[in-house]
């Protein structure tokens, strides 16, 4: 298993800046892959940015030069900076990691930080 921890959420105004956290821990070998993803309500959850193995990037479109995606190996932990926030970036931010298996993959995920963004 594999736990994950967010920090950072909350709210903010537009056009400000936030920082989430993720912190892995427990069995985290062979994880290919750690994400943010985020469900605003009444909507579908979605990718914002992942991060693959040799640092290997992918963001949403709304989210280009907005946001940053990055980690920090040696603390098993990944970031996601929010830059120029909008109201539409409102939503509960799911952190993600993601195992290649056998027979396809494993997904864990942690509980989830709401991110509030006032006009």
């Known amino acids: 298993q594999v736990q994950l921890v967010e920090s950072g959420g909350g709210l903010v105004r537009a056009g400000g800046s936030l920082r989430l956290s993720c912190a892995a821990s427990?069995?985290?070998?062979?994880?290919?892959?750690m994400g943010w993803y985020r469900q605003a309500p009444g909507k579908q959850r979605e990718l914002v940015a992942a991060?693959?193995?040799?640092?290997?990037?992918d963001y949403a479109d709304s989210v280009k030069g907005r946001f940053t995606i990055s980690s920090d190996n040696a603390k098993n932990t990944v970031f996601l900076q929010m830059n120029s926030l909008k109201p539409e970036d409102t939503a509960v931010y799911y952190c993600?990691?993601?195992?290649?298996?056998?027979?396809?993959?494993?997904?864990?995920w942690g509980q989830g930080t709401q991110v509030t963004v006032s006009s």
């Open positions: 427990g069995s985290i070998f062979a994880i290919d892959r």
């Open positions: 991060i693959i193995s040799g640092g290997i990037t």
């Open positions: 993600n990691a993601r195992k290649n298996v056998a027979m396809g993959y494993l997904d864990y």
